[in-house]
Nanobody, 127 residues
Framework: QAQLVEFGGGLVQAGGSLRLSCVAS????????MGWFRQAPGKEREFVAA????????VYADSVKGRFTISRDNAKNSMYLQMNNLKAEDTAVYYC????????????????????WGQGTQVTVSS
C-alpha cells in the first residue's frame, strides 16, 4: 500500500519560516490531487492547502493565504509546503494527504475526499 511521509517540522520563532516535504512510496501520486491538513491539540483536523495533479490549480485556507505556498514535483513523487511569516496559531501537527481518485479537482478542501495520509510532522511556533 502507498505510504506518505512528512518531514521538515520543528520549532521556530514567530515570523520565521519552515519548508515541509511529503514523499510518497509504494505507488505514484502524480495524477492525484494532494493536500496539507493540520491538527492542533483539542481541535479537529483542518484544511490548509491543496494542489492539482499538474500543479496548475491551488487552493488555500483563508488563515494561510499570502503566507504559505504549496508545490509539487511529480518526478520525485513529492509535495511541499513553504510556510512564511509563521504565527503561534500555526502550531499543529501537519499531515500530507492524497485524493481518493486520480485526475480530478473536486472538493480539494474536504478531508473526506482524501484516503492516503502521512504520519504527521510537528510544527511549533514560539511566542
Amino acid at each position: 500500500q502507498a505510504q506518505l511521509v512528512e518531514f521538515g517540522g520543528g520549532l521556530v520563532q514567530a515570523g520565521g519560516s519552515l519548508r515541509l516535504s511529503c514523499v510518497a512510496s509504494g505507488r505514484t501520486f502524480s495524477s492525484y490531487t494532494m493536500g496539507w491538513f493540520r491538527q492542533a491539540p483539542g481541535k479537529e483536523r483542518e484544511f490548509v492547502a491543496a494542489i492539482s495533479w499538474r500543479g496548475g490549480s491551488t487552493v488555500y485556507a483563508d488563515s494561510v493565504k499570502g503566507r504559505f505556498t504549496i508545490s509539487r514535483d511529480n518526478a520525485k513523487n513529492s509535495m511541499y509546503l513553504q510556510m512564511n511569516n509563521l504565527k503561534a496559531e500555526d502550531t499543529a501537527v501537519y499531515y500530507c494527504a492524497a485524493d481518493k481518485f486520480p485526475d480530478r479537482w473536486l472538493g480539494p478542501t474536504e478531508l473526506r475526499e482524501y484516503d492516503s495520509w502521512g504520519q504527521g510532522t510537528q510544527v511549533t511556533v514560539s511566542s
